[in-house]
């Protein structure tokens, strides 16, 4: 055990906690939130662009932005009333003590799937830079098995396909830069 399973140890008992403290259905609806904020965001801004136009005649290089942002933040706001109200029904059901241990659970797995992510575009990071010590990492007890967590759970995103990717666009990149000089 060296450093890195002390970190991440830490950061996994505090996701236990934060999901103890806000509950199960919390975690989900601030996940929920930033998902299909984003998501929404991405595909309602325009309508968000028009309204802005047509009620105060705003028209701005940024205006793009200053769309997907309202989209976003009220996309947001609503999921968060949705997920207050469904908690209170779990408040009143008694099931309290069941969404925070449900709490614990999701959020232990949502923060060991953001570790795995971090630690997966660490690696690709590290290999060109080295900044952590191969024996360091092999000596670490969680590295691997958080850093393996998300190609083992997700397969279908294909991390090998967008490494290749990555390479080959790295290529035709430097392939480019030498033939500049």
């Not at 199960?24 to 595909?43: D, N, R, T």
């Not at 999921?79 to 925070?100: D, K, M, Q, Y």
Request: net charge negative.
């Amino acid at each position: 055990m060296n450093y890195i399973d002390l970190v991440l140890g830490i950061l996994l008992i505090i996701a236990a906690f934060r999901g103890f403290f806000n509950g199960f259905v919390a975690e989900v609806a601030s996940l929920a939130a930033l998902i299909l904020g984003v998501w929404g965001a991405i595909h309602f801004s325009h309508m968000t662009a028009n309204f802005i136009v047509e009620t105060f005649n705003y028209h701005s290089g940024h205006l793009g932005l200053v769309a997907f942002l309202i989209t976003f933040v009220i996309i947001v706001i609503l999921v968060h009333l949705v997920g207050r109200a469904v908690e209170s029904i779990v408040t009143v059901a008694a099931l309290g003590f069941i969404n925070r241990l449900a709490g614990i659970l999701f959020g232990l797995i949502k923060s060991a799937l953001i570790l795995s992510v971090v630690l997966l575009i660490f690696d690709e990071v590290d290999e060109n830079v080295g900044i952590l010590p191969a024996d360091v990492k092999e000596e670490s007890q969680m590295y691997e098995p958080v850093r393996n967590l998300v190609p083992t759970v997700l397969p279908f995103l294909k991390f090998d396909a967008v490494d290749n990717d990555l390479f080959e666009r790295k290529k035709q990149r430097d392939g480019k830069a030498k033939k500049m000089v």
